[in-house]
């Protein structure tokens, strides 16, 4: 084993704790908190004592390797800023409804195995939540670019719910051909119609504009240079489809047990125990999907490579990569059969799993943000 693939082990081990050892901690790590862990574990790298980077100097940046290295590249905004700006939307607006299902399910306004309550209730909800994604992705494009928000808007509402509509489409065609009564009838589809143009489109342009005209700057420690720095060539460790592996196996791993139950919900007409226990493992979900972002982006600027923007939310959606893969093994190992039972079961399945993706591309992506800013902020101000 190489000392990169053992730093790079180092890295993600650090990340996954839950806490940090700082007993044993040099008396310069000492200057920081007990509470300050992103510090001293970036301090353990390398000391924090870069000059400020309002002006480069060039002598001493040639002096200066790894994330250090790419601090005026490191803010810069991404390509494809509209399709970037509808995943965080989208993202966030599916986050807030699923929350939004768990109160009511708590409170005991929604029975989830109630099939048609529930799905009629998340198509309200996700109507009433498109003014938060339409404000969400306006607000943040208006940080990165000053045009083409209605571009953004535009995306935001079709990104999921294009797919989605396009998928129903299909398999409820698939059903009324078989002549099942899985086929919704006209009058419902209608309904769903109406819904979308009297409540989803108002809202999400109504949220589009509040974002625009109560945007704030992006918030960026250093400035950025006017060329970007080439990136080396990168380690496996490093590139964009063994970050997303990595990124994705460790949280499906933790909730893949219980996957099983939920598929044994969803198709098998079996009850779920409880729904505290979905909300405990959603809640893990999250969170180490964004600890885990957090240790491979850390990764990734090590090695000069200052691409996380989009990399970042890729490596946050993997798990629902793995969700999916084991969608088909569920199938596989059940006792369905039939081709429009195998139809329903993978459309519906990749709609949910593509949900997931947005939700937490978008956790990884505001994880390693935070982080991102927080390390060069702190590298600023010593």
């Known amino acids: 084993m190489t000392s990169e693939t053992r730093f790079a082990l180092f890295v993600i081990f650090a990340a996954l704790a839950t806490s940090a050892r700082i007993a044993g901690a040099s008396p310069e790590d000492q200057r920081y908190s007990v509470g300050d862990v992103v510090p001293l574990f970036v301090n353990k790298i390398g000391p924090l004592n870069n000059p400020r980077y309002s002006v480069v100097d060039e002598e001493e940046d040639m002096q200066e390797v790894g994330w250090k290295h790419i601090h005026g590249d490191v803010f810069r905004f991404p390509p494809y800023t509209s399709l970037f700006c509808a995943v965080l ?106 819904i979308w143009i009297l409540v989803t489109v108002p809202l999400l342009t109504l949220g589009g504009m509040f974002g625009y005209v109560f945007r704030s700057e992006f918030q960026a420690p250093c400035a950025t240079r006017s060329c970007p720095k080439e990136i080396p060539p990168l380690p496996w460790y490093s590139k964009t489809p063994s970050q997303m592996f990595l990124g994705g196996l460790l949280p499906f791993c933790a909730v893949f047990i219980e996957l099983h139950y939920i598929y044994t919900s969803l198709w098998s007409h079996k009850i779920h125990t409880d729904t505290s226990i979905l909300f405990i493992l959603f809640i893990l979900l999250i969170v180490l999907t964004a600890i885990l972002s957090v240790g491979m982006t850390y990764i990734q600027l090590s090695g000069e490579d200052h691409q996380w923007w989009w990399r970042s939310v890729l490596r946050g959606g993997s798990a629902s990569i793995f969700m999916y893969g084991y969608s088909i093994m569920f199938y596989a190992r059940s006792s369905m059969t039939g081709s429009m039972q195998l139809l329903f079961f993978l459309g519906y399945n990749a709609c949910i799993c593509y949900a997931f993706f947005l939700m937490l591309g978008t956790i990884g992506f505001h994880a390693s943000l935070l982080f991102v800013r927080r390390i060069y902020h702190a590298v600023k101000c010593d």
């Open 89 to 194: 939307g989208t993202g966030t607006q599916l986050l807030t409804l699923v929350f939004f299902v768990f109160v009511l399910v708590f409170l005991g306004v929604l029975y989830p195995y109630n099939r048609g309550a529930l799905s009629s209730s998340l198509v309200i909800i996700y109507a009433i939540t498109s003014l938060i994604g339409g404000y969400v992705a306006s607000s943040f494009h208006a940080q990165l670019a000053t045009t083409k928000w209605g571009k953004t808007l535009l995306l935001t509402g079709i990104l999921y719910l294009g797919p989605v509509i396009l998928t129903f489409s299909v398999l409820n065609t698939v059903a009324i051909s078989y002549g099942a009564t899985a086929a919704l009838p006209f009058g419902t589809i209608l309904v769903f119609i109406l």
